[in-house]
Structures are given as structure tokens and as C-alpha cells.
């Protein structure tokens, strides 16, 4: 028999979707792939040249378990220039993407029965890396009139003797939603200790994203290179924590993961340090994509209250069409061969609503958005 961690651990739904999709493309269907949140640009090429310059010349071996001190020093930097503030390079370790972060930040700071206070909706996976260590995810609903933003009298509402760690992500997947400044602000006031997923940083394209370190040091940071510099399967990744933790997690990597691999780090360098121009492109192409998808899904009559301006997703209500969103995203792929994500994946209050990703090309995202919008008139 299996654990009854694992047994009790619930599926990646959109993984689910993506690999009922491949089905139906093996047996000859055109599917668009609008559920998926996977950058679609190829790499870099500074990043490329980096990971084979650094293969060939032989960084084939373990490094520190932190990472490589230049990395962590370039990640020091980039933070400082784009958010000011002043993080030690003691403060970081370097991981095989961003998941190892968030298992081995709640390792370090959760005892059995510990809470993690989450909104609701959330990344699917979050719960499960909080219950895996034992602790318990305790929601707080956030509505779709606001943005999708923490309500912060409701977060006091859940704090308990047990509460550690409020979890926070801005820009948000499932919602592309940021909070606001004043929001976060009232947050890291707050007693417990603030988990700040920031993997879409970068990804903005109306106002500003702000780090958590900008309100209080009480915080871990947890982001990474996979979004923003179209590096996923490279898998890498980082955590920020407060000194007097980095020693317990700096244990869990070394019994755990030993190091995040020697010739991406150094890609990751290349990364921070001479891929702006890519960057800056990418992004304006997604906020084509992001302005072209959000009015395609108003003119369907999908509801969309507060336009996301970060990310890469649309969170958009579809209560109209079904109160069974896991129904209706599969049904929307059998019959319209086109993937979407239900919002049931990322929590109760996410059911009704379906989650888009526009990490697709233009044309891609247009023949997909016109299936939905034949495969809806069949359903009137």
C-alpha cells in the first residue's frame, strides 16, 4: 500500500487536462493548448550559450549546497536594482526550480498541526506542499470585485495560536491579479511570517509588482527562472529566508537535493545579467496576447470584473455555463479541442470559473478562442 500522504494527495488537474489533450493529439486532433501555464518563447540565447559554454567546460559537478556564490550574488543584485532592497548572499539558496523552495521553506517552518493561511483560490499545488510536512492549509475567500486580493481584516479573522506563515503570490496564478501596495503593506504587519511566492515578477504590464522584502524582513521569497526567462525545463529556482532559518533549510537541500545543477546556475547568471532585451520583448508580446484574450472572452460573455495585469492567465467567470467547472473544461476539450483549466483546481471558491493562459502565439490563441466561441452558441 501506499502512504497515506501520497494516497490522499489530489491530482494536478490541469496536468490531467494537458494529458487527456495529448491523447486526442495522438489520435489526430488539432488541440489549442490554452491551459498550460508554460512560457511558449524558446530560451534566450545568451542563456543557451551559457549552459554549453558552462558543459563545456566542465560544470559537471556538485557545487555549494547554497549555489554558486556568483549566482546568489547576481540574485543579491538583481533585488536590490529592482525592488531596493538589501538581501545577503547567506540569505539564498539556489534550487532545481521553485517547487523544492516551497517544500523545503515549510520543512524549515511548520511542525505537525502548524497553519498556513492561503486565499482561495491558489496554485493547485500549495495545500499539498503544506500538508506533505504535516500542516494544515486554512483558506480565506477572495472575490472577484476586488481583484482577487486578500481582504486583510479577513486574514486576522483565521489567525490562530497555530498560524505561522501567510502565503501570498502576486501576480497570482490561477488569477493574473496583483495586490496592491496598502494591501501587502497590511500583511507584513502582521504577526506571522509572510511566504511570498513571486515566480510571475517581471510579468506586469500596468502598475508594479512589489517584493515582500519592501515591508518587512519577516519573510521568505520564493522565486525562480522558469517564468520569466522562459527557462521551465531548465528547472531552477530560489529561495530567500531569514538568516536565522537558512541553516535548517540549507540541511534539508543537503540531505534532500544536494545542489540545483552546476551548468544552469550558470545559465542563470547569463539570465539575470544580459537577457533584458529578450525579456522586455516577451513581455510586450504576452500584453498583446493578455488585451487581445480579455476582450474575445467579455465579447463571449465571460465574466471578467478587474482586468489581471500580471502573469500570464485570465481568470474568468463562466457560472452561467455550469456550476461544474471540471465538467465543462473537459467537455469544452472533447468537443471544441481546445484546453482550458477548471477553477475548481485552485480551491472551492475557484469553481465556476475557468482559467486561460495566453502563454500561446496570437494566432493560436484566436483559432482557440473562436472554437470556444462556436462550441458556447451550441450550448444556447
Not at 540531505?255 to 510586450?284: H, P, T, W
Not at 470584473?305 to 456550476?323: C, D, I, R
Request: include cysteine.
Amino acid at each position: 500500500m501506499a502512504s497515506k500522504r501520497t494516497e490522499e494527495m489530489t491530482s494536478f488537474i490541469v496536468m490531467d487536462v494537458l494529458e487527456r489533450a495529448c491523447e486526442l493529439e495522438c489520435q489526430g486532433k488539432d488541440i489549442v493548448h490554452l491551459e498550460v501555464g508554460e512560457p511558449d518563447f524558446d530560451t534566450p540565447e545568451c542563456v543557451k550559450a551559457a549552459a554549453c559554454k558552462a558543459l563545456a567546460d566542465g560544470s559537471t559537478h556538485y557545487t555549494h549546497s547554497l549555489g554558486l556564490l556568483e549566482l546568489r550574488e547576481a540574485i543579491c543584485e538583481y533585488y536590490h536594482d529592482t525592488y531596493g532592497v538589501t538581501v545577503d548572499p547567506d540569505q539564498v539558496v539556489v534550487t532545481s526550480g521553485t517547487s523544492p523552495a516551497i517544500f523545503m521553506t515549510f520543512a524549515a517552518l511548520l511542525e505537525a498541526g502548524d497553519e498556513v493561511i492561503l486565499s482561495d483560490p491558489h496554485y493547485a499545488c500549495y495545500p499539498n506542499f503544506i500538508k506533505f510536512v504535516g500542516g494544515v492549509p486554512v483558506t480565506v475567500p477572495v472575490f472577484e470585485e476586488d481583484g482577487f486580493q486578500y481582504r486583510p481584516e479577513a486574514i486576522e479573522q483565521k489567525i490562530s495560536d497555530r498560524t505561522q506563515a501567510i502565503f501570498i503570490n502576486s501576480p497570482s496564478n490561477p488569477t493574473g491579479n496583483l495586490l496592491s501596495k496598502a494591501r501587502m503593506q497590511a500583511i507584513a504587519g502582521m504577526s506571522p511570517w509572510i511566504v511570498s511566492d513571486e515566480i510571475y515578477h517581471g510579468l506586469v504590464y500596468e502598475g508594479k509588482e512589489h517584493s515582500i522584502l519592501e515591508f518587512t524582513d519577516r519573510a521568505f521569497v520564493l522565486n525562480g527562472f522558469s517564468k520569466l526567462f522562459a527557462m521551465t525545463g531548465l528547472r531552477l529556482g530560489y529561495l530567500i529566508a531569514p538568516k536565522a532559518f537558512m541553516r535548517p533549510i540549507q540541511k534539508v537541500q543537503q540531505n534532500f537535493f544536494i545542489s540545483a545543477n552546476a551548468m544552469i546556475q550558470k545559465a542563470g547568471i547569463a539570465a539575470l545579467k544580459e537577457a533584458g532585451a529578450d525579456v522586455a520583448r516577451m513581455k510586450r508580446i504576452y500584453n498583446e496576447r493578455r488585451i487581445f484574450m480579455i476582450r474575445r472572452l467579455k465579447e463571449m460573455g465571460l465574466g471578467i470584473t478587474v482586468e489581471p495585469t500580471g502573469a500570464f492567465y485570465v481568470f474568468a467567470n463562466a457560472k452561467h455555463l455550469s456550476g461544474d467547472s471540471y465538467a465543462l473544461a473537459f467537455d469544452i476539450l472533447e468537443k471544441a479541442c481546445v484546453g482550458v483549466t477548471p477553477g475548481v483546481d485552485f480551491g472551492k471558491h475557484g469553481e465556476g470559473y475557468l482559467r486561460f493562459s495566453y502563454a500561446n502565439s496570437l494566432e493560436n490563441i484566436a483559432e482557440g478562442l473562436n472554437r470556444l466561441e462556436a462550441y458556447l452558441k451550441t450550448r444556447t
